[in-house]
Nanobody
Framework: VQLQASGGGLVQTGGSLRLSCAAS????????MGWFRQAPGKEREFVAA????????YFADSVKGRFTISTDNAKNTVYLQMNSLKPEDTAVYYC???????????????????WGQGTEVTVSS
């Protein structure tokens, strides 16, 4: 499975961006998706996760109420909609997909089989 992330850019505080992550290859057994981010000088952190069906979603406290995730199964694409962006949201964002059904594994990097290349988001104050 290959992932292609896109949609990053420069936005002002309070603005919105939608990140996309298109999957190709053997996608039939994918079960869940995740988004992580890494700010300059910091470790990669969990942002959001959800089932491929989009039924169940989970968010880090720092983005809850501002970010949403969704999927377009026909396009094998997952999205991260980011609203009310803050300067502290500035980071490189990574999408990830997994075949593992255990929800407890989705909140850490090790729970994912496939990773996108990252897309940079900069929020100016």
């Amino acid at each position: 499975v290959q992932l292609q992330a896109s949609g990053g850019g420069l936005v002002q505080t309070g603005g919105s961006l939608r990140l996309s992550c298109a999957a190709s290859g053997r996608t039939f057994n994918l079960y869940a998706m995740g988004w992580f981010r890494q700010a300059p000088g910091k470790e990669r952190e969990f942002v959001a996760a959800g089932t491929w069906s989009g039924v169940s979603t989970y968010f880090a406290d720092s983005v809850k109420g501002r970010f949403t995730i969704s999927t377009d199964n026909a396009k094998n694409t997952v999205y991260l909609q980011m609203n009310s962006l803050k300067p502290e949201d500035t980071a490189v964002y990574y999408c990830a997909l997994t075949t593992v059904r255990y929800r407890s594994t989705w909140f850490s990097e090790g729970g994912y089989d496939y990773w996108g290349q990252g897309t940079e988001v900069t929020v100016s104050s």
